[in-house]
């Protein structure tokens, strides 16, 4: 993939509010993306960011997914920070939908040092939060970050993979979804159809690095197509999809 081109091509897509009629993207384009983040949360992201861009401490990473384009077997987390973490643009935009849509269950695969989780917490405190990990000591290191930058105890780590996971008992309808792992075309399209039953229908399936090979952008570009899902959304980087199964099919380009 030439991410590149492709960066030019979304820009050249990518909306603002003109143009857009479906009442549910316009309010989102116009108050949710717009949405000032409180002076308290910028200074809790200060704090994260400062602490985790300045942790040598050194994790052995085990590989459970597609492995990283990256960083090593044995990696910092100021590295794993750098590289793989939800931050600034994108950990906003996870921060302002958990604050506008107020979800209350809430699942992310793919914990890694915490970062992504600890926007969507704050995003909204009282959610219960469930967050998947299979590397034993990303977990351990997301598990100590998190209960250091938590604001209650509302979000529950476990250590598995994903699959392992969703053969568990599931109880939650989740109403907010975010996969950040694995980034494999087929695995993604695989997760998603599992997660049909612990979903309904207004529930926000977030998908990262959608951009990240051929092969997740064409996972991506099957799963736009898919007739379940009625309302789809290109943020470049993430993608949002939602079944709305009594809607109007709509696919839309948006700025971040
Ligand atoms: C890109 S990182 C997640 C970043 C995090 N969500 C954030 O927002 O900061 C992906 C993580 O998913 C984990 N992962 C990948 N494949 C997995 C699988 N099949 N089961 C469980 N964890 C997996 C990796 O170990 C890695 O820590």
Redesign the pocket.
């Known amino acids: 993939m030439n991410i590149g081109f492709e960066f030019i091509k979304y820009s050249l897509n990518a909306k603002g509010r003109h143009g857009i009629h479906s009442p549910f993207v316009y309010n989102l384009v116009d108050n949710v993306l717009r949405k000032p983040i409180n002076e308290e949360v910028i200074d809790r992201q200060f704090r994260l960011f400062k602490a985790l861009k300045n942790d040598a401490t050194i994790i052995n990473?085990?590989?459970?997914?597609?492995g990283s384009k990256r960083l090593k077997k044995q990696r910092s987390v100021k590295q794993?920070f750098a590289a793989?973490?939800?931050?600034n643009n994108?950990?906003n935009l996870?921060f302002r939908l958990m604050h506008s849509y107020k979800p209350m269950h809430v699942l992310?695969?793919?914990?890694?040092?915490?970062?992504?989780?600890l926007?969507l917490h704050w995003g909204n405190p009282e959610a219960k939060i469930i967050?998947?990990?299979?590397?034993k000591e990303?977990f351990e290191f997301a598990k100590k970050t998190i209960e250091q930058h938590q604001v209650n105890n509302n979000i529950k780590l476990i250590n598995?993979?994903?699959?392992?996971?969703l053969e568990e008992k599931i109880i939650e309808k989740f109403d907010f979804v975010?996969i950040?792992?694995?980034?494999d075309g087929k695995?993604l399209i695989d997760y998603i159809k599992k997660l049909e039953k612990h979903t309904h229908n207004d529930t926000i399936f977030i998908l990262?690095?959608i951009r990240w090979s051929n092969d997740m952008f064409n996972a991506w570009k099957t799963l736009v197509n898919d007739e379940q899902y009625h309302l789809s959304l290109d943020f470049f980087r993430m993608g949002i999809l939602i079944r709305q199964i009594n809607k109007q099919k709509e696919h839309f380009t948006l700025k971040k």
């Open positions: 990473f085990e590989e459970f997914g597609a794993i793989n973490s939800t931050k994108y950990g996870l992310e695969f793919g914990t890694s040092i915490g970062c992504g989780t926007q967050t998947i990990e299979a590397c990303t598995s993979t994903f699959n392992r996971y975010f950040d792992g694995h980034h695995s990262d690095d």
